[in-house]
């Protein structure tokens, strides 16, 4: 039971276009949402979280958005730059939780 | 401030072998982990520990044992190597204080059984 989806397993954009990846939730006790961002051969490293008590969070180039009513949340990269080509984990948990439920990645390739 | 750490790198094992993959890091965080990815899935949570001298299964369990004999150090311990266990292990560590759970990873170790 995939309680965390990313049906979107790879994801092509334009060189400073908008980037935007989709992730799906089926539990409604998560409560705090999380995205992550891997390199090749490095672990994935904390790029940008959210509350369900807000529905948007920016910093800087990196924005997600939270649609509770839909379980669902999107990440928006923009400008896109060719750094920025990587897996995206999204991943999910609620407070006092110790652990994460991650979803399965979307490639994320930003061609030059 | 090394962060997470993991050893080896890489390793691979003959069917039946046993290793150790260490793991080990210097924020003093209380939580720890250890997950594997296969090519295309997310992250599987095997065990973690919730302090030292405490651990408890994940979602993937069975093949693998784990220790917390310290806050800093959380060894994962493969008996009975199998092809199954082919995979990336990353450890990963977080700090209880914050409530919600903001995980630091290690950079894997990438193990082949065959």
């Known amino acids: 039971d995939q309680q965390v989806k990313q049906n979107s397993p790879s994801l092509s954009v334009q060189e400073g276009r908008i980037s935007i990846l989709n992730c799906d939730y089926t539990?409604?006790?998560?409560?705090?949402f999380l995205w992550y961002k891997k390199y090749p051969a490095e672990g994935p490293t904390f790029l940008i979280s959210?509350?369900?008590?807000?529905d948007k969070n920016e910093d800087g180039r990196f924005t997600v958005f939270l649609n509770k009513s839909a379980k669902h949340l999107s990440l928006h990269i923009v400008p896109s730059q060719p750094g920025d080509s990587a897996v995206y984990f999204c991943a999910a948990t609620n407070f006092g939780n110790e652990k994460l439920t991650f979803g399965t990645g979307t490639r994320l390739t930003i061609i030059p | 401030n090394a962060g997470v750490t993991q050893t080896p790198k890489f390793r691979i094992l003959k069917i039946g072998q046993s290793m150790t993959l260490q793991c080990a890091q210097d924020m003093n965080h209380n939580y720890m982990y250890w997950y594997r990815q296969d090519p295309g899935m997310g992250l599987k949570l095997i065990y973690y520990s919730v302090g030292a001298g405490i651990t408890d299964k994940g979602e993937v369990p069975n093949g693998y044992n784990v220790s917390r004999s310290t806050t800093e150090d959380f060894p994962l311990r493969l008996e009975l190597a199998a092809p199954s266990q082919t995979s990336v292990y990353f450890c990963a560590s977080s700090d209880t204080n914050q409530g919600y759970n903001e995980q630091f990873f290690g950079p894997g170790t990438r193990l082949t059984v065959l």
């Open positions: 539990n409604s006790m998560f409560d705090y």
């Open positions: 959210i509350s369900s008590i807000k």
